[in-house]
């Protein structure tokens, strides 16, 4: 299956429901990108491009984590994954927003899978959580 191959190579960044709830729980600034198993936008398109997201935002000390909503076309892995998602804009993947205190921006971000365009959504992330 699948889903099993994208589990074996998970990256560091992706995390459990649980844990990134705890960073909301502790009002943590970070940015959070959703994906899908079955969205190649996500698994073939952005994928690729994400370890140098993350590492420009670590640079500037902003935690960058990722969440898998869902391994099959509208099932998500559990209820509290489809409120979760659903709270933050909904259906829709990859979906990156950042959080400021523990509180989800107003803006989030769908299918942003190119180079420059992902640089950009780092570049506006560093400006707004510096801001904060």
């Known amino acids: 299956m699948r889903h099993e191959t994208m589990q074996e190579s998970l990256p560091a ?20 990108n959703i994906v899908a198993d079955w969205c190649t936008d996500c ?4 994928a690729p491009l994400m370890a140098g997201f993350v590492e420009r935002l670590n640079d500037e000390s902003i935690l960058t984590v990722q969440l898998l909503a869902q391994h099959e076309k509208n099932e998500y892995l559990s209820p509290e994954h489809c409120s979760f ?12 927003v950042a ?3 523990g509180i989800a921006d107003s803006e989030s971000y769908v299918e942003v899978v190119e180079e420059h365009t992902m640089k ?6 560093i400006q707004k ?3 904060n």
């Open 13 to 32: 960044y992706q995390k459990d429901l649980a844990v990134i709830l705890e960073h909301i729980d502790r009002r943590d600034s970070f940015v959070l």
């Open 43 to 46: 698994t073939e398109r952005q």
């Open 85 to 96: 998602v659903a709270k933050l804009g909904g259906h829709g993947f990859p979906r990156t």
């Open 99 to 101: 959080f400021i205190n």
């Open 120 to 125: 950009k959504l780092a570049d506006k992330f």
């Open 129 to 131: 959580l510096r801001a």
